[in-house]
């Protein structure tokens, strides 16, 4: 069993940046594909990017991109999503999640976390 806990969501203004961070509990953390999904009240879990096994390739959705960079420390079993120029839509609760497969939907994702809010005001 793979436990995940994200850390590091908060509030901050507009044009702001903040970086989470996605713990995990085992040492296979190395063998996953890792990506992190965020949810706004009343809308659909949507896919924000995610980082191959090696931590050597990345895809992002297309409203992060050239914002957001994710990046993972194996020896640490730790992901992590920086977030720049921040903007009030970016809003929502954040989810790390890791996948033996390396996709997008998050139907591919057996382990989730427990979720961080990140706040933007404008």
């Known amino acids: 069993q793979v436990q995940l806990v994200e850390s590091g969501g908060g509030l901050v203004q507009a044009g702001g940046s903040l970086k989470l961070s996605c713990a995990a509990s085992?040492?296979?953390?190395?063998?996953?594909?890792m990506a992190w999904f965020r949810q706004a009240p009343g809308k659909e879990l949507l896919f924000v990017g995610r980082i191959t096994k090696s931590g050597g390739d990345t895809y992002y959705a297309d409203s992060v991109k050239g914002r957001f960079t994710i990046s993972r420390d194996n020896a640490k079993n730790t992901v992590f999503l920086q977030m720049n120029n921040l903007k009030p839509e970016d809003t929502a609760v954040y989810y790390c999640a890791a996948s033996k497969y390396s996709d997008s939907a998050p139907g591919s994702y057996d382990y989730w976390g427990q979720g961080t809010q990140v706040t933007v005001s404008s």
């Open positions: 085992r040492r296979t953390f190395s063998m996953t594909t």
